[in-house]
């Protein structure tokens, strides 16, 4: 888990999440109120479908195939210029799946590979933000508890 | 001819607790209706729940309920529904509405003609809510880009796709159940209802073009956009889309020319059905196989169809226990046995009734009803306009609201998510009145066509 993690707040406006992703390299960052609760996530799968036309976005059986619009420059331009001044709180991914601090290997890799590249990590009672699980940390997990080259013992 | 039900007559219901079956079996239909018309929960559990509860209470046992079952209804909507689910994947729905979108050159007046021209004419061929499914998207699309307001088109395209779905077997869901109950066959909806389904057509859109269309405005700079698109390239597999028309027009065939051999429609859609997926999946380890037959049966919308399988159910129940036939009594009384009179009653109840409840239900109910009546009308073969009346009064009804039909339920909740909300209330000052003014000119073709 990575404990020192860059935060959104709710009110912060998409153009201040994406000039912090750029900086950092990151993809998604958890948005906390003022007490660090957790509130979502905010990140750039959820900005880029933005920028997609609405006949995509409204559900798994909209537009699958956008290969036939060319020119679309502009339109992304104007999406983008739209949505860089509206508040975090209005796009933020609040269903994104959670773990907690004490989540068993087996579970956090499952959410891992099911629901994402970044896993918030929430206080189960009082849903403090904890910090991040990334695939990266599963990977150090891993090489601190296994030794890569040599092959595993056999249970049996 | 009544193909699927069992005769009423052959079962004896036995309710628990020496109850009268008229009275519980009623029960249970009110009840069932009363919470279909609130909404308040889903209408397979409803149905599913009324159908177990017409066991359960006696009214019927399980084979006479599996008697009530249409089958042939089920395995049409099954079909299609399997059939579509593999032809979408090909792009074929978008690369016509793209094609039909440059040759009028983005003017926003022509699109409010033809988009609503290719929602009428899938509708007529394939399932509403399948068709709305498939267009909406691209309208949407296609406004965003020619910076239009969707609702003329959503609102049209809704019109468009009861009026041509009326105009065969499969195109709406009460005819696909009456064709199924009296053995009629794809060209007799076409050469009875066709020619309404085009008049009413032509009106509703001139009608449309008054209100919205000569006012719609866009830019030169977005057509010039639009002239960009390349419609070649929404067709994202070719071989799939040659398979796809080729079972299409098979099962069409299978429609107009099966029903002189004895086969139903039920049959060619499901056989068409397992054709396209054998096509489909040729070539693929028995892995993949598996995975991808999976995946084109899981789009079947099975809500719907064990919503109708509880509804069957239901309705049998009502019409073992001898409610149809007061009703019909009843309703014969009314109209004294005169055919004429008959006929409007039926449509325009019809129309009213299934603009504020689904049609569905309503029409499950009134064909046993209607059924019932032929002693007075000289026999089946007498009844004949009556079906006719009720397709047209129930497939018009359904723009008589946002709830009317399943489509404009998809339409309005497409419309929703898109942001283009369409209101309740608005669609109901527009779409009744309108309902209304359909029904009226297709009271006149009844009269004219089959009534006198």
């Not at chain 2, 002239?227 to 889309?241: F, G, H, S």
């Not at chain 2, 007075?376 to 306009?385: N, S, V």
Request: glycine share 8%.
């Amino acid at each position: 888990m990575i404990r020192q993690v860059f935060t959104a707040s709710p009110d912060d406006t998409i153009g201040d999440v994406l000039n912090h992703l750029s900086r950092h390299r990151v993809s998604s960052m958890p948005v906390v109120d003022d007490n660090n609760i957790y509130q979502g996530m905010i990140g750039l799968t959820v900005i880029l479908n933005h920028l997609l036309p609405v006949a995509v976005r409204i559900d798994e059986s909209g537009l699958d195939n956008l290969e036939f619009v060319h020119n679309t420059s502009d339109a992304v331009r104007s999406a983008l210029n739209k949505m860089v001044n509206e508040p975090v709180s209005d796009h933020m991914d609040g269903k994104q799946r959670t773990v907690h601090p004490n989540t068993p290997t087996w579970e956090a890799i499952r959410v891992l590979v099911k629901h994402g590249r970044t896993i918030p990590v929430v206080d189960k009672e009082t849903h403090e933000l904890k910090g991040i699980l990334s695939r990266q940390c599963i990977l150090s997990h891993l090489k601190d508890n296994f030794d890569f080259h040599e092959p595993a013992e056999n249970d049996e | 001819m009544n193909v699927s039900h069992g005769n009423a007559s052959d079962f004896t219901p036995n309710v628990i607790f020496g109850g009268d079956p008229l009275i519980v079996a009623t029960a249970i239909l009110c009840f069932a209706y009363i919470f279909i018309i609130t909404e308040k929960i889903n209408r397979a559990i409803i149905a599913l729940l009324g159908a177990g509860l017409m066991v359960l209470t006696g009214v019927l046992n399980q084979e006479a309920a599996i008697r009530g079952v249409d089958f042939n209804t089920l395995a049409l909507l099954a079909g299609m529904m399997g059939i579509v689910a593999i032809t979408k994947r090909s792009g074929i729905f978008q690369y016509v509405a793209v094609l039909s979108a440059k040759l009028v050159k983005g003017n926003p007046r022509a699109l409010l003609v033809v988009l609503p021209l290719i929602t009428a004419v899938f509708s007529a061929l394939l399932d509403n809510v399948t068709t709305v499914m498939l267009i909406v998207p691209i309208t949407l699309l296609l406004c965003e880009q020619l910076k239009l307001r969707a609702y003329p088109y959503l609102v049209a395209q809704i019109f468009a796709s009861n009026i041509g779905g009326m105009a065969t077997l499969i195109g709406d869901p009460p005819n696909i159940l009456i064709g199924s109950a009296v053995n009629l066959s794809f060209m007799d909806f076409v050469y009875n209802i066709g020619p309404a389904s085009v008049i009413l057509f032509i009106l509703t859109t001139i009608f449309f073009d008054v209100v919205w269309g000569r006012k719609l405005e866009t830019t030169d700079k977005a057509r010039s956009h639009l002239q960009n698109y390349n419609e070649k390239e929404a067709i994202k597999d070719v071989p799939l889309l040659i398979k796809s028309l080729f079972t299409l027009g098979l099962v069409l065939f299978g429609f107009t020319v099966g029903h002189h051999y004895g086969v139903q429609p039920g049959t060619s859609a499901l056989f068409g059905a397992a054709f396209l997926l054998l096509l489909d999946n040729i070539g693929y380890s028995a892995e993949d196989q598996a995975h991808r037959v999976q995946d084109a049966l899981s789009e079947i919308e099975w809500e719907t169809i064990f919503f109708f399988l509880g509804l069957f159910i239901l309705v049998y129940g009502v019409e073992v226990a001898g409610l149809l036939d007061i009703l019909a009594t009843e309703l014969l009384a009314f109209t004294e046995g005169d055919l004429q009179m008959t006929g409007m009653v039926i449509i325009w109840v019809s129309a009213v009734a299934s603009a504020i409840v689904d049609n569905i239900p309503f029409v499950a109910t009134m064909i046993p009803l209607i059924e019932s009546m032929a002693p007075t009308f000289g026999g089946e073969a007498g009844l004949m306009p009556l079906w006719w009346c009720l397709s047209l009064g129930a497939c018009l009804g359904g723009n008589g609201s946002l709830i009317g039909a399943s489509a404009n339920v998809m339409v309005a909740s497409y419309a929703e998510r898109a942001g283009q909300r369409i209101s309740f209330i608005k669609f109901l000052k527009l779409g009744f009145p309108l309902m209304l003014a359909t029904v009226a000119i297709a009271s006149v073709y009844a009269w004219f066509m089959f009534l006198t």
